[in-house]
């Protein structure tokens, strides 16, 4: 005999924006997702109390789906006020005061996710794909949500690392299964970049041109440390807001000219081609064949990660906001915020499709 179970989070909205519907352990779900409530339904041959219902694993896993979708198409979570559980042709209604999952996002958080608004792929990987069978993909994106609802700027950091992380590792991961040797995360970096550096959407995103880094780079390494520093100090001077970096990176022109121009590093671009930088090694003026955008998503990025995922400087429990050092945290938080916003999509949906395949 079947039985139809509803599960209804604060009540029963008279519209609800979307509906979403999938298998889980050969049971059909359905849910109905609204800003402040939402609704599963599922049928199952046993029947159960609304207790063993709330218990369960399809329930479980229902909820952690509609507070995903509904913070991905609302911004926010709605808190758990009531929980009605009733089987359709019953007369009795289960009441359920217990919540069933606890929000790593607080339902009072406002979170802005414009670049997920898709609902295919709401309906096509995050309703279908079970706990059990996330892959990187699906973590790249997680951290990217998580960095999303963080205000701390080392907290954004850490989350919009892992989802970049998440992305570029794959490629590295590939190479060496095809007898390459990428021993190191940074080594993966570069890897990922010369890699995919004649692939038109991402030559876009980061250089202007179709290489990554020439042979020149091991010497001028050596002095990319005191660089860094060179390069933050200068930027924390100038005067920009995180808008203000995304819109130079939107704006017609050059790229990293625009970028220059905002941040006061004019005189690190190529004298002769701004889409390349320079950098003095031993008193002379060499081509540093990456980009400013390049270096700002490479070298300046990586370094400000070693020095707080190695514990190697504490992070900023006070500081002024002129400080070098909050103001380098904020501009990497605006570069890799500008480009997940733009990517983290396709790139997580071909990540998970490539993953599939591996899987076949």
Known sequence: MEHIYNIIINGIEDNYHHRFQYTYSRMNVEVLIASNSFVMVYKTGVQKTPEEIWKSNV???????????????????????????KERGADNMGIIKEPRI?????????????????ERFVAEYLMKWVRSKYESGIAALFSYIYAKSKICEEDKFTYYWRAFNGIYNSIAQATNENGGNVNTEKECLKNWLKENGYQTYLVSAFFNRNYAIDNDYSEAEKKTRHFFYTIRDKAAKASWTPADVKNALNANGNKNRNLAVLLG??????SSDADMMQIEVNGQKRALKTSLYGYMMTEFAYHIRCEYFHAARPILLYTTLSNPEYRGLELANALLEHYLDTHILKEVKDKINLERELLL
Do not use: T, W
Request: hydrophobic share 45%.
């Open 102 to 118: 606890y929000n790593l996002i607080p339902s009072n958080i406002e979170v802005d996710l414009p670049a997920l608004k898709d």
């Open 59 to 85: 329930v479980e896993d229902g909820i952690r789906k509609c507070l995903l979708a509904q913070l991905i198409f609302f911004g926010h979570n709605c808190a758990f006020e009531k929980v009605m559980i």
């Open 265 to 270: 590093l004019e005189e690190h671009l190529h």
